[in-house]
């Protein structure tokens, strides 16, 4: 078990938390805060506790010094100033001597957030390079190492991995939450345990479908991973979205072959035309044309997936039945989460695409868990842990 926060003396110390503020910004408005509001719990504790918080987070790709200009984390600092009602200082900076001076001056209690930690990467990759004085310096800023950023947790960057070996480290509530919540409902899910499998690249996928076939009853596939099983089995899916790697066409084959009593493919389709936009039409899977898209799941396919869905203790939704975000291809997904929400099972979604959709139809508050993870949570299931978190300190070994 690794130290928790709330393990740790950080009573007039100052902690280095990671977070994962990586929010969608549009002309500096946050147009989704809920990672930020997911961070909360662990800074009002250590703000309780007379901590001295000291806040690092990634934002965006930054590869060159354009790409900071729009990738800044002073509007994500202005946010959180008004969801905690407490002064947050900002610093321009992710090293400097002015920083350390703040931070020695900081009082408990007080919050800085730094820079985005990308900006490190121009031009030497220092943090996304897990670079061992970048990490140095940071956590020479603290006495203790907080990760919090469940996201983040899969890369081995200098502020999510290589901190935690200077000084001693824990993990914040809301990764305790996401592994908690893993380990309990997805690696050891009541059963009957059902998944839903959707989403656009297959080959992103392939791995979660091998680690989570022996734990489950059911796999309904649907999206473009669903295009390329089609594909597979010779059926034509037109001009739709599929891969056409051969290695993964064949490790999917025989997936299919071998699991055939627990997968589920589309029964029909809506589907749209290479050469008019605003063509839209319902068809049985085998009656797709080689000039048509499939853009979402039909009638069929939804009333024999509810079958499963209604006889399911736990579902887990990873990915989208289609286009949602164009409402005449909308029906597939909408319904599918409705169909979901009113079962009795545990439903937990799975980070990414899903959880966007989830916040399209303003459902999240009737699934268990949205996990705020997407890769990383991706990654724990298939390989039952994640970098960052492997290297925080296990609880019998810790000194303090």
Avoid at 46 to 60: E, M, P, Q
Wanted: charged share 25%.
């Amino acid at each position: 078990m690794k130290k928790r926060i709330q393990d740790m003396d950080v009573n007039n110390k100052v902690v280095l938390l990671r977070c994962d503020f990586n929010v969608p910004i549009e002309n500096g408005n946050i147009l989704d805060d809920s990672k930020i509001v997911a961070s909360l719990e662990t800074i009002e504790y250590l703000i309780r506790n007379n901590a001295k918080v000291v806040i690092l987070s990634h934002f965006g790709k930054v590869k060159n010094e354009e790409d900071k200009k729009n990738n800044s984390l002073a509007p994500v600092a202005i946010k959180l100033q008004k969801l905690l009602n407490t002064k947050v200082i900002f610093s321009k900076q992710t090293r400097s001597l002015y920083l350390e001076a703040k931070i020695g001056s900081m009082k408990p209690g007080e919050v800085i957030i730094l820079e985005n930690t990308r900006f490190e990467d121009v031009p030497d990759k220092l943090e996304s390079g897990n670079d061992a004085q970048l990490a140095m310096y940071w956590s020479g800023l603290a006495d203790i190492f907080c990760l919090d950023a469940f996201g983040s947790s899969h890369r081995k960057h200098a502020s999510t991995y290589g901190v935690a070996k200077y000084i001693p480290s824990c993990i914040g509530f809301l990764v305790q939450k996401e592994v908690e919540m893993l380990d309990k409902n997805i690696l050891n899910a009541e059963k009957p345990f059902t998944i839903v499998m959707g989403g656009a690249k297959v080959e992103d996928k392939v791995d979660l479908i091998e680690s989570l076939l022996p734990k489950c009853d059911n796999l309904l596939i649907t999206g473009g991973i669903a295009n390329s099983c089609l594909h597979t089995l010779e059926i034509n899916v037109g001009s739709s979205l599929r891969t056409t790697d051969e290695e993964t066409l064949t490790r999917i084959r025989s997936i299919l072959i071998n699991n055939k009593e627990k997968i589920l493919l589309p029964l029909d389709a809506m589907i749209g035309r290479v050469y008019d936009k605003e063509y839209i039409n319902h068809v049985n899977i085998n009656e797709v044309t080689d000039d048509d898209i499939i853009y979402d799941i039909g009638i069929k396919t939804l009333n024999k997936y509810k079958e499963i869905i209604d006889k399911s203790n736990t579902i887990f939704v990873n990915g989208t039945c289609g286009k949602y975000e164009e409402s005449k291809f909308a029906t597939g997904t909408r319904e599918m989460l409705n169909n979901i929400v009113n079962s009795n099972a545990i439903k937990i979604v799975g980070g990414g695409d899903g959880v966007s959709a989830v916040k399209h139809f303003q459902l999240q508050d009737r699934f268990d868990f949205l996990s705020t993870g997407g890769g990383a949570t991706l990654e724990y299931i298939i390989n039952g842990g994640l970098p960052a978190i492997d290297n925080i300190q296990d609880e019998e070994t810790s000194n303090m």
